[in-house]
């Protein structure tokens, strides 16, 4: 696997912390939980049930050595849970990494 770096966005109840990432501006919520839904990152369930929208949501990049975005992972904080920025890190992460080996590669 190619030497990659994480590089981590968080939104924390409803307050987008990536305004200024211009390659994170357009996304919001709901586009993440589709295309985490698209690259089997969360279960389909979700959506057909109509869960609410999330109290939080980690998005790691994992960049190669000329900073050019690879790979995607998210993690969503469910409206039970109390956010943790550690816990989601670990789990974007994981996504993340597993969207590499597997050649789930999102930026071509």
Not at 69 to 75: D, K, R
């Amino acid at each position: 696997m190619p030497d990659l770096h994480p590089r981590y966005t968080h939104f924390h109840d409803m307050q987008p912390q990536w305004l200024d990432d211009p390659q994170l501006a357009e996304l919001n919520i709901c586009d993440a939980m589709d295309h985490a839904m698209d690259h089997e990152q969360i279960k389909s369930y979700a959506k057909e049930l109509r869960l609410p929208v999330p109290r939080g949501l980690t998005i790691c990049l994992l960049e190669n050595e000329n900073m050019e975005p690879v790979a995607i992972g998210y993690a969503f904080c469910s409206t039970q849970d109390n956010f943790c920025r550690k816990i989601g890190r670990q789990i974007s992460l994981s996504r993340a990494t597993k969207a590499v080996q597997r050649g789930d590669t999102v930026f071509k």
